[in-house]
């Protein structure tokens, strides 16, 4: 079974730093782009970041360019999102999921999110 | 960037209704378009990618429609599960964009 498990979300003050991780199962996670999507409380999906299966591509939202970096760890099936410079707008559930095929793509399937709330 | 606009942004009916919703690309987006279905607390789900194609294992009232920069979701007879919000995604850029999202609700 494809699986996506996040972790590393929490309560973090304004202008701090915090590192999410997505553990991938259920399939050959170094041939597939792998993406960061959030999700403010109440409102929409946001697409953050995106990065190819060899890291030789990756993408960012205007919103967190130069704050965030996404990277991953083939030999260890992990996606990862570092965030710096964090503000209240961050705060969102922020979900990993994966491009199923040559991106851009789709999204499928969907880690169950973290939650990352920035607050004083 | 793209822009996604959806509509409506909430819909009220009633189980066995036929209900569409609509996603319009500020640019043509050649089919490049995914439906999601969204639950309280949970993660979003495929429903439909490439504008008609189905997921495996969603049910055949969900269809897809559309082409250029206009875009359906149709849902033939609502049942009581299907009571959820739902996004639209263009990936026809790598700087993906999503409908604001249509809260279905029962009436």
């Known amino acids: 079974e494809v699986q996506l498990v996040e972790s590393g979300g929490g309560l973090v003050k304004p202008g701090g730093s915090l590192r999410l991780s997505c553990a991938a199962s259920g399939f050959t996670f170094s041939s597939y782009s792998m993406n960061w999507v959030r999700q403010a409380p109440g409102k929409g999906l946001e697409w953050v970041s995106s990065?190819?299966?060899?890291?030789?591509?990756?993408y960012y939202a205007d919103s967190v360019k130069g704050r965030f970096t996404i990277s991953r760890d083939n030999a260890k099936n992990s996606l990862y999102l570092q965030m710096n410079s964090l503000r209240a707008e961050d705060t969102a559930v922020y979900y990993c999921?994966?491009?199923?095929?040559?991106?851009?793509?789709?999204?499928?399937?969907w880690g169950q999110g973290t939650l990352v709330t920035v607050s004083s | 960037d793209i822009q996604m606009t959806q509509s409506p942004s909430s819909l009220s009916a009633s189980v066995g209704d036929r209900v569409t919703i609509t996603c319009r690309a500020s640019?043509?987006?050649?089919?490049?378009l995914a439906w999601y279905q969204q639950k309280p607390g949970k993660a979003p789900k495929l429903l439909l990618y490439?504008?008609?194609r189905l997921e495996s294992g969603v049910p055949s009232r969900f269809s897809g429609s559309g082409s250029g920069t206009d875009y359906t979701l149709t849902i033939s007879s609502l049942q009581p599960e299907d009571f959820a919000t739902y996004y639209c995604?263009?990936?026809?850029?790598?700087?993906?964009?999503f409908g604001q999202g249509t809260k279905l609700e029962i009436k």
């Open positions: 990065i190819s299966s060899s890291s030789s591509y990756i």
């Open positions: 490439a504008a008609s």
């Open positions: 640019q043509g987006i050649s089919n490049s």
């Open positions: 999921a994966r491009d199923p095929g040559l991106p851009p793509d789709w999204f499928d399937p």
């Open positions: 995604q263009q990936y026809y850029s790598t700087t993906y964009t």
